[in-house]
């Protein structure tokens, strides 16, 4: 069935390094990619995606980067902040808008 | 706030009690998701309305929960004889039919004692 592997389970960098979680999917029909951050009892809320016609997308200290062949796609924040602190979680969908196969999490924690 | 709105926030409930849950989507939004996160996961799919007609319901999803979207408009989701494994945060989320990212709500916290 579908689904999306996504590690480490938790990340923990020192301000200003990059941090790197990855993903893999099962599904080879998913060709929507969005990465959700949700702050301890609040809403995950996107903070970039990609679509399968791309290999990479960047925003600002953000970037995505997809491996179609590979089923596997990865998120890389540069320059992190204490405020990047959250979970992170990766998803696939067949479309944008469309059902939603979430990764595990990824507990990020930047140290001042 | 033109966001995604649920209500109630939080819930406690006896265990084989019955729940109810409310979802207002983005008003222009046709399609509406529930999904349940337990802690330290990442949400699970429940079910999906496209306007009023549900399309897709998980395995996840026993007999025990029923969900509406009556006029394509908000959702309720109903959890029957209520078990402490389903203790969870239950999300709403919308999107214009392919053309819009998800939208998640709040969430309502579920605690089954």
């Known amino acids: 069935g579908e689904n999306v592997e996504q590690h480490p389970s938790t990340l923990s960098v020192q301000e200003g390094d990059s941090a790197v979680i990855k993903c893999t999917y099962s599904?080879?029909?998913?060709?929507?990619f969005p990465w959700y951050k949700q702050e301890l009892g609040k809403r995950p809320q996107l903070i970039i995606d990609i679509r399968s016609n791309v290999g990479e997308k960047k925003d600002q200290r953000i970037a995505v980067t997809l491996n179609k062949t590979a089923k596997h796609f990865s998120l890389h924040i540069t320059e992190t902040q204490p405020e990047d602190s959250a979970v992170y979680f990766c998803?696939?969908?067949?479309?944008?808008?469309?059902?939603?196969?979430f990764g595990q999490g990824t507990e990020l924690s930047v140290k001042p | 706030d033109t966001g995604v709105s649920q209500n109630p926030r939080h819930k406690i409930t006896k265990r084989g009690q019955n729940v109810t849950f409310r979802c207002d989507p983005i008003s222009e939004h046709n399609r509406l998701y529930w999904y349940r996160q337990t802690l330290g996961q990442g949400p699970e799919f429940l079910t999906y309305f496209q306007n009023e007609a549900q399309l897709e319901k998980s395995r996840l999803l026993s007999d025990r929960f029923s969900a509406e979207r009556p006029k394509g408009s908000f959702s309720t989701l109903e959890i029957q004889r209520t078990e402490q494994g389903d203790s969870a945060m239950y999300l709403c989320a919308s999107s214009f039919d392919g053309q819009t990212e998800a939208f998640f709500g709040q969430g309502t916290r579920l605690t089954v004692v």
């Open positions: 599904d080879s029909a998913s060709n929507y």
């Open positions: 998803a696939a969908s067949i479309n944008q808008g469309g059902k939603l196969i």
